[in-house]
């Protein structure tokens, strides 16, 4: 199964940990060729393009912030001069900033907040999808959040209206570009052990949230991870395009 995807270029943002790395790893075994996105953690995209390369596939590593948007046409020009083309593009990057109250707001975290979690995605949307029309074909998956369905946790409200932006953009790009053989859909993951969590959620969230799971216990990296295979592979779902699929064990069913 999936077994298009062998040699398939893929591009995914933030793939230096949690759930980018998890994917780069998933597509690696299918034979992809993966180009390992990083800003800040060298070290750690290294051991991954490692992985990605001892698990049969071939590793790009590109680095950049992508709140600059010059660096994103950088990153974009760097992965399809290396690959010849871009197959698929995971919208992985992108973060909470901080869990911040209303009266604590300020212009400042505000724009940060969009940087990173809505402005990089249109910006790689847009350095992407005429690769992807001239190539006739192309995938792209977007990560959103279940705190785009639910308005987000404590001090969270910001990144989860960016999400919630994400989700609405994934169903409007698709229709876009759906007549140039270019399907895009999203995956909203819910409570995942990522250190998303590690950074921003105390233990004793972590079991209030894992509470109100019907599964009772967090998501994995690689559970994403699988879902992402699925989107990106034409054999398992070339008549899905627009969607935006929940990955987070019940604790939201819309």
């Known amino acids: 199964m999936a077994s298009d995807l062998k040699g398939k270029a893929v591009l995914i943002t933030g793939a230096s940990t949690g759930i980018g790395a998890a994917a780069a790893r998933a597509f690696a075994r299918l034979g992809s060729r993966v180009v390992v996105h990083y800003n800040a953690s060298r070290d750690a995209a290294e051991k991954v393009a490692g992985d990605v390369r001892s698990l049969g ?20 020009g760097e992965a399809h001069t290396a690959l010849g ?9 992108g973060g909470l900033v901080a869990r911040t109250r209303i009266e604590d707001y300020t212009e400042q975290f505000l724009h940060q907040v969009i940087a990173l979690n809505v402005i990089q995605v249109a910006m790689f949307m847009h350095e992407v999808i005429p690769i992807m029309r001239k190539q006739k074909k192309g995938n792209v998956i977007n990560v959103s959040s279940i705190a785009a369905r639910h308005g987000g946790g404590a001090g969270a409200i910001m990144y989860a209206g960016a999400k919630g932006f994400i989700s609405t953009a994934t169903h409007g790009w698709a ?16 409570v995942i052990t990522t250190p998303f969590h590690e950074r921003y959620t105390t233990a004793e969230q972590l ?3 894992q509470a109100t799971i019907p599964m009772n216990r967090l998501g994995t990296a690689d559970e994403c991870a699988g879902t992402l295979i699925y989107l990106a592979s034409d054999e398992l779902s070339g008549y ?10 019940g604790q939201y069913t819309p």
């Open 175 to 190: 229709k876009e570009v759906a007549g140039d053989g270019i399907r895009v859909n999203a995956i909203s993951p819910g």
């Open 57 to 76: 596939g071939e590793a790009v590593l590109v680095g950049g912030d992508v709140t600059q948007t010059a660096n994103i046409e950088r990153i974009v």
């Open 240 to 249: 899905v395009t627009g969607q935006v699929i929940e990955v987070n064990g």
């Open 207 to 209: 079991k209030a949230m």
């Open 85 to 93: 083309r871009i197959d698929v593009l995971i919208n992985n990057a």
